[in-house]
């Protein structure tokens, strides 16, 4: 059987052996000196002649050690409590070098896949914001990397499934490291509209073309971010993660409504809980060359299909389910889960399951 290092496999064993011996040898000290008290040994006695021969220091015997009785307890504490100590002693080693050990691979497999990356997100800060928006982003099949300097922040992180890096977004190495010169897009959502604005101009300085989001606390600070370069400004008291996550996700959708003139209809279907959105099929995607009713059918229920805008051709009213949806295509569609239609409309072929299907 192939294990992996996950912390289960690689801590879980030493965690459980140091824990199992700690309690053999707490069992060992307790019933030991139970048995010195049953002989009539008062307990200050019977703990000093246990822990001295658990811990084989050899001071001498504390009462004499005259009847078979005696004889009996003193070996068998003896055996047992200096074996319970060697046992200790090397579960304490192996744990210090497997925490060790991780402390030394874990950033480097962790940079290693970074560096693999590329068309990503960046998320600054993992706070109350950024752990709703990367969830949402890898719930909708985006790849995004987590750059937080809270140590146990970064460990939620982790433990969240994310790809997480060590650092201080202000810091332009920090950036870098996080693969700013591949990633497609940069969301600030620190809490602190100083820091925002400062990762901001660092974003913009190192990639002039990424896009960037940005949080603002105080309505103020939307103007800063504006001229410090953030593609779009986001109060999170009035939009939410929920609206940055459908801004990564469906970069044309403003474009679209712009262009169509519905921004009436988008306030009307928000009163009754969904949204409208536009994406553009990729070549590589799972609804390329698909048909609308078997795209909406792996969304499942999550959205439908309202206009088809193909090149050279604009198809009037929702298009028919046997209407095959090409790559290239802008598909408008009206979502109850933007981010479950998301999974949908831009996973790669062969990431979406429906039942026993693969596409």
């Not at 009996?72 to 744990?95: D, E, N, R």
């Not at 990367?134 to 939620?156: F, I, K």
């Amino acid at each position: 059987m192939r294990h992996t290092l996950t912390q289960e496999g690689v801590l879980g064993s030493p965690v459980r052996n140091l824990v199992s011996i700690l309690v053999f040898v707490g069992t060992v000290i307790v019933v030991a000196t139970i048995a010195y008290m049953a002989a009539g040994w008062s307990f200050a006695d019977a703990i000093y002649m246990v822990l001295l021969t658990v811990y084989t220091v050899g001071y001498g015997e504390v009462r004499p050690i005259d009847t078979p009785y005696l004889h009996a307890v003193t070996v068998g504490t003896m055996v047992l409590g200096c074996t319970g100590m060697i046992l200790l002693t090397s579960a304490l080693v192996q744990f210090m070098t497997v925490m060790q050990l991780r402390q030394l691979l874990s950033p480097n497999r962790m940079q290693a896949k970074v560096d693999k990356l590329s068309d990503h997100v960046i998320v600054c800060g993992y706070g109350r914001i950024g752990v709703m928006l990367a969830r949402d982003l890898a719930q909708g099949g985006l790849p995004l990397v987590v750059l937080e300097r809270s140590t146990d922040r970064l460990a939620e992180a982790e433990a969240a499934g994310h790809l997480a890096l060590p650092g201080d977004a202000t810091d332009e190495q920090a950036l870098v490291v996080a693969g700013i010169h591949r990633a497609r897009a940069l969301a600030t959502v620190l809490p602190d509209d100083a820091a925002n604005v400062f990762i901001t101009l660092s974003a913009r300085n190192l990639a002039p073309g990424i896009e960037i989001i940005a949080r603002g606390e105080a309505p103020t600070t939307e103007s800063k971010l504006r001229h410090a370069g953030a593609d779009q400004v986001v109060l999170p008291t009035h939009i939410g993660a929920e609206r940055i996550a459908r801004m990564l996700l469906y970069p044309e959708s403003r474009a679209a409504r712009d262009e169509a003139g519905l921004h009436r209809a988008e306030q009307a279907l928000d009163g009754v809980g969904l949204s409208l959105e536009s994406v553009t099929i990729a070549p590589q995607s799972a609804a390329a060359d698909a048909t609308v009713a078997d795209i909406e059918r792996r969304g499942a229920g999550a959205f439908l299909i309202a206009r088809i805008q193909r090149e050279g051709a604009d198809m009037a009213g929702r298009p028919g389910s046997d209407e095959i949806v090409h790559a290239g295509d802008r598909v408008t569609v009206v979502a109850r889960n933007p981010v479950a239609a998301a999974r949908v409309l831009l996973a790669p072929r062969g990431e979406i399951r429906v039942g026993r299907n693969t596409y």
